[in-house]
T-cell receptor
Framework: GENVEQHPSTLSVQEGDSAVIKCTYS??????FPWYKQELGKGPQLIID?????GEKKDQRIAVTLNKTAKHFSLHITETQPEDSAVYFC??????????????FGKGTHLIIQP | NAGVTQTPKFRILKIGQSMTLQCTQD?????MYWYRQDPGMGLKLIYY???????DKGEVPNGYNVSRSTTEDFPLRLELAAPSQTSVYFC??????????????FGSGTRLTVV
């Protein structure tokens, strides 16, 4: 089955700086790569996703890049703000998948924005 | 729309007791999932369902049971609670196959402590 590795487990950055979180996956058949943000006491929420036919996707201060050859993808947050502090999870799946083959999650990155 | 609703939000159980974690969604999603989240371990799939009357095991099903009698509800049953079941439990749902499968909607979680 799919295995997703996520690094770092904790990331502390100064407010206004950029943050980068990296994930690798094992199954070359995976085609869909979402990122979830989990704030304290809440469930994960989808913030951005990318499919295998796209190398990069941006949404305001957030961007995701995908390198299918190397089987890794990254989340980039620019001009970080205090409200970006949260745990971020990457995941991978077959786009046509569901059920037990749906989403395989990384272990999460705790992003801390220092004022 | 309420999305995915989980109850209770918190619960303390004694070893050997039983309980049911409730999950309901109002988005007419056919797929539903139960995950547990342990510190530093990410999200692990317990059980999933692809529609009413159909359930299947995920990665960590031991000690749990589920049922899916309606599209909306997917309760998780813990029989003979053990300290190893202390965790945060998340229910999620998705619609598949849609024109573009776009991941899960999560509930806000149930924090369970077994003492």
């Amino acid at each position: 089955g799919e295995n997703v590795e996520q690094h770092p487990s904790t990331l502390s950055v100064q407010e206004g700086d950029s943050a980068v979180i990296k994930c690798t996956y094992s199954d070359s058949a995976s085609n869909y790569f979402p990122w979830y943000k989990q704030e304290l006491g809440k469930g994960p929420q989808l913030i951005i996703d990318i499919r295998s036919n796209v190398g990069e996707k941006k949404d305001q201060r957030i961007a995701v890049t995908l390198n299918k050859t190397a089987k890794h993808f990254s989340l980039h947050i620019t001009e970080t703000q205090p409200e970006d502090s949260a745990v971020y999870f990457c995941a991978a799946s077959l786009e046509s998948g569901g059920g037990a083959d749906g989403l395989t999650f990384g272990k999460g990155t705790h992003l801390i924005i220092q004022p | 729309n309420a999305g995915v609703t989980q109850t209770p939000k918190f619960r303390i159980l004694k070893i050997g007791q039983s309980m049911t974690l409730q999950c309901t969604q109002d988005m007419n999603h056919n797929y539903m999932y139960w995950y547990r989240q342990d510190p530093g371990m990410g999200l692990k799939l317990i059980y999933y369902s692809v529609g009413a009357g159909i359930t299947d095991k995920g990665e960590v099903p031991n000690g749990y049971n589920v049922s899916r009698s309606t599209t909306e509800d997917f309760p998780l049953r813990l029989e003979l609670a053990a300290p190893s079941q202390t965790s945060v439990y998340f229910c999620a749902s998705s619609y598949y196959p849609g024109p573009i499968w776009s991941g899960y909607t999560f509930g806000s979680g149930t924090r369970l402590t077994v003492v």
